[in-house]
Structures are given as structure tokens and as C-alpha cells.
């Protein structure tokens, strides 16, 4: 399987109880399912994105949120995602 466009990704805007809306990025599909368990009731699912790896994932989510420039602390945040997180996610999408 090649994995030409990434893996996908969710931008949630989460309420916080005091009348802000926090961004949140989330993993599409299974994966993503225990972050999404936690989101606030109000949240929404804002914009969904494909990134390759964690750092190039976390660039994309900071430059829409406004954060600025991501800048990794760890060498593996630039290592491409496994195989196995693109073949769950391509099964869990093939489902719909």
C-alpha cells in the first residue's frame, strides 16, 4: 500500500467551560476514538487534513490554529507514520 497522500487528521474546536473554543487534533477513525470520547459537549469537527508524520502533521494543525512555527523535540516526530496506522485507517475508511 502506498501511502501517497498521509494519514488523516482532525482539527476540533472544544469548549472549555469558560467561553473558549480550544483547538484540538485528533487522529480520523479508531485511532481517534479515545481522544474524541473526552471532547466537551459543543465540540466540533472543524477541518480534516493528511500529514505523513508527527512533525509534519503538527506544522499543518499549528499554522491553521495560529500557533506559529511547530518546532520538534524529538528526532522520531520527523519518521513517517507506521504502515499498520495507514492500513487500519484505510480498512476503518473502506467501511464507510
Not at 503538527?58 to 528526532?75: L, N, R, W
Request: charged share 20%; hydrophobic share 40%; proline share 6%.
Amino acid at each position: 500500500m502506498k501511502n501517497t497522500l498521509g494519514y488523516l487528521h482532525e482539527v476540533w474546536l472544544c469548549p472549555d467551560g469558560f467561553g473558549n473554543a480550544l483547538p484540538a487534533c485528533i487522529a480520523h477513525g479508531p485511532a481517534g476514538d479515545a481522544a474524541r470520547a473526552l471532547n466537551e459537549p459543543g465540540s466540533e469537527w472543524i477541518w480534516t487534513f493528511w500529514a505523513s508524520s508527527h512533525a509534519e502533521a503538527m506544522g499543518i494543525y499549528y499554522e491553521f490554529v495560529g500557533y506559529g512555527k511547530y518546532a520538534s523535540q524529538f528526532d522520531d516526530d520527523i519518521l513517517p507514520y507506521p504502515q499498520d496506522w495507514y492500513e487500519r485507517q484505510v480498512a476503518h475508511l473502506n467501511c464507510k
